[in-house]
Nanobody, 118 residues
């Protein structure tokens, strides 16, 4: 059974930083592409970034590229999202997931809330 446990969210002011963590079942983490998504109130869940088992990264678009950094620690079976220069529009619930066939799994964790005040 896949386990995805996100943490690290919180309330910060614009311009500050947060690092999100997602602990994944060790048995599957090593060989899987991992990704972060976010969902703001009233909006659809959107892709933020992904990272391959060998560390190749892809970011959604210019709105996060340069400010967010995705990384992974195989020894800890954990994927991270370092978020710098946060903006109010980054406020959302952030989720991690495993990518399979270019799509996230249908099972999602509880997410972690990020709120950025102006």
């Amino acid at each position: 059974q896949v386990q995805l446990v996100e943490s690290g969210g919180g309330l910060v002011q614009a311009g500050e930083s947060l690092r999100l963590s997602c602990a994944v079942s060790p048995a599957i983490f090593r060989t899987r592409v991992m990704a972060w998504y976010r969902q703001a109130p009233g909006k659809q869940r959107e892709f933020v970034a992904r990272i391959s088992p060998i560390g190749t990264t892809v970011y959604a678009d210019s709105s996060v590229k340069g400010r967010f950094t995705i990384s992974r620690d195989t020894a800890k079976s954990t994927v991270y999202l370092q978020m710098n220069s946060l903006k109010p529009e980054d406020s959302a619930v952030y989720y991690c997931n495993i990518i399979s066939g270019n799509e996230p799994l249908k099972t999602w964790g509880q997410g972690t809330q990020v709120t950025v005040s102006s």
